[in-house]
């Protein structure tokens, strides 16, 4: 069961990156560089915390600890968020939607996670 969670996590990072690029890329050639910077520095803001998270998850299924982990990446996601609003130049809309578009990972993974494990 702790490999079923540990690749859980580890595909949410994966998609949450290959919607990431797949977003910043998009609005590069539709929009320019600086769009895409600030979509790709949303997506970081949800992609680096959440593999901090899969990468110390896979080494425990207890519950105490994963909920600290989880509040851990919770404050990380905000501090990122604060320091490329505060120190960088993004533009915030697209910001926010590289966020969303990080956080579709989830969605995806729900829809797709039982295929993907049960070997259909």
């Known amino acids: 069961m702790n490999s079923l969670f540990a690749t ?11 919607l990431g690029v797949f977003t ?3 609005i590069g050639f539709g929009f320019g560089l600086g ?3 600030s979509v790709a520095a949303g997506v970081l803001c949800i992609a680096l915390p959440s593999a901090y998270f899969a990468w110390v998850s896979q080494r425990t299924l207890v519950g105490s600890r994963i909920l600290a982990q989880g509040v851990v990446k919770t404050l990380s996601s905000g501090a990122l968020m604060a320091l490329f609003l505060g ?5 915030v ?4 939607l590289g ?3 990080s956080q579709s990972a989830y969605v995806w993974v729900l829809a797709r996670g039982s295929e993907e494990h049960s070997g259909r």
Not at 87 to 91: G, N
Not at 93 to 96: D, G, P, S, Y
């Open 99 to 101: 966020m969303v578009a």
């Open 93 to 96: 809309a697209w910001f926010l």
């Open 35 to 37: 769009p895409a910077k």
């Open 8 to 18: 859980a996590q580890w595909s949410v990072v994966t998609k949450q990156l290959v």
């Open 24 to 26: 910043a890329v998009a």
């Open 87 to 91: 120190f960088e130049k993004v533009e």
